[in-house]
């Protein structure tokens, strides 16, 4: 008996997820890629990658993001487990209305999304939530992008 192995995008610390980073700029763009793992040497490099040094950052209090302080940025952190999720401009409102945007689009869409191709879907919904503002509709974008 074949048995398939399916994303699961909630929660984390469990075997049978895959990890997948995304980080969002106020009033701007997503960006989410699949990731080994959910600890600072998989995380800590997505930032540096992504973020310039002396921007400030809110997470939740997870520790991989611990070392934010220490490596040129400001580090705010809201406290999920003690049920704080905004301490005035401190939340992490903008990258929880994108992940929920992207599990129930799939849960919704799609059902099932094997981690093979999990970085597809997610290209997907980035775009979508990138472009959620767009005067032009969805259709002549995508052939904007084919005749770019």
């Known amino acids: 008996m074949h048995q398939s192995k399916r994303a699961?995008?909630?929660?984390?610390?469990?075997?049978?997820?895959?990890?997948?980073?995304?980080i969002v700029e106020r009033q701007g763009k997503v960006s989410a890629i699949v990731v080994p793992g959910t600890g600072q040497q998989t995380l800590i490099p997505q930032v540096k990658k992504n973020v310039v040094p002396d921007t400030t950052i809110y997470t939740d209090e997870m520790s991989a993001y611990n070392p934010l302080n220490q490596i040129g940025y400001k580090h705010e952190i809201v406290n999920h487990s003690e049920k704080e999720?905004?301490?005035?401009?401190?939340?992490?409102?903008?990258?929880?209305?994108?992940?929920?945007?992207?599990?129930?689009?799939?849960?919704?869409?799609?059902?099932?999304?094997?981690?093979?191709?999990?970085?597809?879907?997610?290209?997907?919904?980035?775009?979508?939530?990138?472009?959620?503002n767009d005067e032009t509709p969805m259709f002549k974008t995508f052939l904007n992008q084919i005749q770019a």
Not at 9 to 18: E, I, M, Q, Y
Not at 97 to 117: M, Q
């Open 85 to 132: 999720y905004a301490r005035g401009v401190v939340h992490t409102n903008n990258i929880e209305n994108f992940w929920s945007l992207v599990k129930r689009g799939i849960a919704g869409v799609y059902h099932n999304v094997s981690p093979e191709y999990l970085q597809s879907y997610v290209n997907e919904y980035s775009f979508r939530y990138n472009h959620r």
């Open 8 to 22: 699961k995008l909630t929660g984390r610390g469990t075997a049978d997820k895959t990890a997948v980073f995304g």
